[in-house]
Structure formats: structure tokens, C-alpha cells
């Protein structure tokens, strides 16, 4: 892989197939216009630090095999790549390790395309231990796939039938130096992840419910984990601003605990090493009670950003876990667009403003209203002797009234089943 210090300029230039056969427009049928991607993929070239001079566009019924682009656009692109002063030639797409190579010899620029963009923010950005062994691990398996390409098609470089050239026998070497990287790699996060069991146990003993927050990249979940928690965790106008997944208690107005948790955020195209390697991370964040999927409203392609997430969610096995749908940045929309959006999207759907704080209120309701979807209403006569259970119902469940005597008072409350046998043990003992 190119590396970014060979580089004498930031500049990128992004270059984008319009795919016009619709067989082959996308294999996850999320189809976002070519500029919205392209757009999308200049986004990410900033987050990586680079500055885009120019983006070229071509329609095609399909990539070329050799170059991707065709080859008088790759001419073209050559002439611009020298006449902006461009280092970089990002491609929103997936080269083969031969199309890589032979666009980089053409353009006298480092080609990365989609997934190596990605892999790169992800090194950039990843801060704890755990981060950055599941983006190296990413990093390593991507790698991996590229050397076999290369093998099969350097294998030519052999002196003659069932020998061994001098090529082959490198890129076998280099690719055992990987595979032997890639256990350490799994052995190192296996170890750290021991660790984290221990404590996912103990949250799991504590019954306390886990919310999760999951959506597109700069949807605003971390706006809304820090409004909701009042934890200052970064919130920025980049893509994948959050890494490393945070979960911290959030005491809803009426009393009730959750813990509440910050995750990565998804983009389409999110590249399947990625997906891998932070599977666990991810599958621990999902192992929630309930989601709330945050939805940047404000953006022209949401109904993508919205198609993306749920496929992915599918992806990891957490499409069955009760979600909320919250349509945030409602500050830049008018009222009548978001009530169309809400009642379009129908189910547990909300407009906020997670920067703002419009809406906080209504949805820790309808969080409560979920949580307690299972619970039943019940009435407890908790004696004032042990008036501290009073907090306990409280923080997992809804109290709705207290009618007080001499020696206690009733609880009318809502509570799950296991709750309620839980409180009435502790009452008579
Ligand atoms: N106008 C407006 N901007 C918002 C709102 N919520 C978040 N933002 C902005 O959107 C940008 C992204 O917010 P984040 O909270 O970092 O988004 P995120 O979903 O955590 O993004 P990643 O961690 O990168 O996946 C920031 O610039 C926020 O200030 C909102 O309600 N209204
Ligand atoms: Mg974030």
C-alpha cells in the first residue's frame, strides 16, 4: 500500500464511474447518484486531510478491467493531475490490485480507492488499544486479499512450468509475513476482549436496560449522547468522528436509568475487513434493549443513509432489536417537511434537534414507553421501613402514583415482569 508521507501535495482528485448498466450499479442496491457518492467520497478525502481540486465523472456501462476508467479519461486525468499539482487520485470504487497499479503508472499519483480511504481514516482516527488492533487487523486483511491478486497475476514471472519465480517467491513470503500478523493481531484482540467481557457481564448482572445509539456517520448521535448524558465527547462535522464505542448512564426525566451508548457510525460501501474487525465491538454496542437509530434529517440522500444502517444492522444480526427512529437536525427544516418524514416513516419516529435540545424530553418518553412495552401495571405496598426500594422501582420502571398512610404508601407503577418479582422478593424480605 502507497503511503502518505510519499506524497508531495495534499491534493486529491476524485474520479467516479456512473454506472449505466443497472445490473452492475451496485451490488447492495443502494444506489446513491454517482455525484452524491463522489461528493461523499470528497468528504472523506478531508477527513483524511487532503484538499480535492477537481472531480471527474464518467459514464460507462462498466468498469475497464485494466484501468477502471477508460483509458482516454485516464489520459485526461494525467493532465490534470499535473496541471493542479494533485498527489492523489481517489477513486469511489473498488480497484483490483492490477487496476491500482496500472492507474498509479499512469497518473504519477498514489491511487487509493473507497475501501483504502476508509482504512485510512479509521488508522487516523482509531485511540484506544482495541481500536487500533481491529483497524490494523483491517488494515492486514485488506492487504492480504490485494497479494493474492498480485500473485495470480505475476505468477507469469516464473521461469517455467512448475518453477517458481523470483516474483512468486517474494509475494509468497510477504504474504506469510501478513497471515502471521493477522493471528498475532486476533490473539492480541481476543485478550483485550476478555477483559471487556468481564465488565459486559457485570452490566448485564446490573439489569439495568441498554439503549444504543447507531446511524450514518455525522448523523449527530454523539451530539445526542452528550446532550442526553452530558459527557463531552467529541462531536464534529467530519465523517467518523467516534470511533471507539462509550456507554455511560442516562437518567431519564421520570427517574428511570439506562445506559446509554456512542458507536461508530456506518457509510455505504463500509468495507467488509472493517466490518469484520469491528464486529465485536459492534455486536456488544447492538446488544442493546432497544436502538435509536439517528437520522440526519438535513441531508439530500437520508433515505439512503437510512437503507445503509438498516442493512448493515442486518449485516450483524440486530434488525430484531425494538428501534427508534429519530429524524435530528430538525433546526435546518421546516416543520411541515419533518411532519412529512415522521408520518412517511410511521413506527417509533421522532423529529429533534440534538444540538438544539428540541425534542430530548418527548423522546426519553418514548424510550420509557419501549423499554416498559413488556411491563404491566401493578400496585405495591412499600412500607416507609424500606422506602429506599421507592428509587430502585424508579430507576426500572414508571411510577405513576403514590397514595401515602400511616406506615407506607401504595406504588401504582409500571414494571417488567422480572422487575416485579425482583421488588416483591425484596418487600417481604
Ligand atoms: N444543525 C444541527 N447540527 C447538528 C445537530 N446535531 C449534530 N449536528 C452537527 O452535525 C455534526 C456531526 O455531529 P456528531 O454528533 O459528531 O455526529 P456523529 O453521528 O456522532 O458522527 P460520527 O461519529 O462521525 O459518525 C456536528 O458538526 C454537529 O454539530 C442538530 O441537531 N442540528
Ligand atoms: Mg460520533
Given at each position: ?150 500473485g495470480?497475476?505475476m505468477s507469469s514471472l516464473g ?5 517458481r519465480g523470483p516474483g512468486e517467491q517474494k509475494l ?258
Amino acid at each position: 500500500m502507497n503511503n502518505l508521507s510519499e506524497a508531495t501535495s495534499m491534493k486529491a482528485i476524485i474520479c467516479a464511474l456512473d454506472i449505466k448498466a443497472p445490473r452492475l450499479r451496485d451490488m447492495n442496491e443502494i444506489s446513491l447518484t454517482a455525484e452524491e457518492s463522489a461528493q461523499e467520497l470528497a468528504r472523506l478525502a478531508e477527513t483524511l486531510g487532503l484538499e480535492v481540486v477537481d472531480t471527474v465523472i464518467q459514464e460507462r456501462f462498466s468498469p475497464d478491467p485494466a484501468t477502471y476508467l477508460g483509458k482516454g479519461k485516464v489520459q485526461e486525468i494525467a493532465g490534470l493531475v499535473s496541471d493542479k499539482g494533485a498527489s492523489y487520485v481517489l477513486i469511489d470504487g473498488q480497484l483490483s490490485p492490477s487496476q491500482s497499479h496500472n492507474l498509479e503508472e499512469a497518473l504519477g499519483a498514489l491511487v487509493l480507492d473507497r475501501t483504502e480511504v476508509i482504512l485510512r481514516i479509521f488508522a487516523q482516527r482509531a485511540k484506544t488499544k482495541e481500536g487500533k488492533l481491529q483497524v490494523e487487523l483491517a488494515t492486514r486483511r485488506h492487504e492480504l486479499t490485494r497479494l493474492t491478486g498480485h500473485g495470480t497475476a505475476m505468477s507469469s514471472l516464473g521461469g517455467g512450468i512448475g518453477t517458481r519465480g523470483p516474483g512468486e517467491q517474494k509475494l509468497e513470503m510477504d504474504r506469510r509475513v501478513l497471515r502471521r500478523r493477522i493471528s498475532q493481531l486476533t490473539r492480541s484482540l481476543d485478550k483485550v476482549r476478555r477483559v471487556r467481557e468481564g465488565q459486559r457481564k457485570r452490566r448485564r448482572q446490573s439489569r439495568i436496560p441498554q439503549v444504543s445509539l447507531v446511524g450514518y456517520t455525522n448523523a449527530g448521535k454523539s451530539t445526542l449522547f452528550r446532550a442526553l448524558t452530558g459527557e463531552e465527547v467529541l462531536c464534529d462535522d467530519m465523517l467518523f468522528a467516534t470511533l471507539d464505542p462509550w456507554t455511560r448512564r442516562w437518567v431519564l426525566p421520570s427517574g428511570m436509568v439506562v445506559l446509554l451508548s456512542d458507536t461508530v457510525g456506518f457509510i455505504q460501501g463500509l468495507p467488509h475487513e472493517l466490518v469484520y474487525a469491528f464486529r465485536a465491538t459492534l455486536e456488544e454496542s447492538l446488544e442493546a434493549n432497544l436502538l435509536i437509530h439517528v437520522v440526519d434529517a438535513s441531508s439530500v440522500t437520508w433515505i439512503h443513509q437510512v437503507e445503509t444502517v438498516e442493512a448493515v444492522l442486518g449485516e450483524l444480526g440486530a434488525s430484531d432489536i425494538p428501534t427508534i427512529t429519530v429524524f435530528n437536525k430538525g433546526d435546518m427544516l421546516s416543520e411541515k417537511d419533518l411532519d412529512n418524514m415522521v408520518m412517511e416513516t410511521g413506527g417509533s419516529t421522532l423529529a429533534i434537534s440534538a444540538l438544539h435540545g428540541h425534542g430530548l424530553d418527548e423522546l426519553a418518553a418514548l424510550v420509557e414507553e419501549e423499554l416498559l412495552a413488556d411491563s404491566h401495571l401493578v400496585s405495591l405496598l412499600v412500607p416507609y421501613s424500606k422506602w429506599d426500594i421507592v428509587s430502585e422501582i424508579r430507576a426500572c420502571g414508571s411510577i405513576l402514583d403514590e397514595a401515602h398512610g400511616d406506615s407506607g404508601a401504595v406504588i401504582t407503577c409500571r414494571l417488567s415482569p422480572v422487575e416485579f418479582q425482583r421488588i416483591k422478593k425484596k418487600l417481604s424480605g
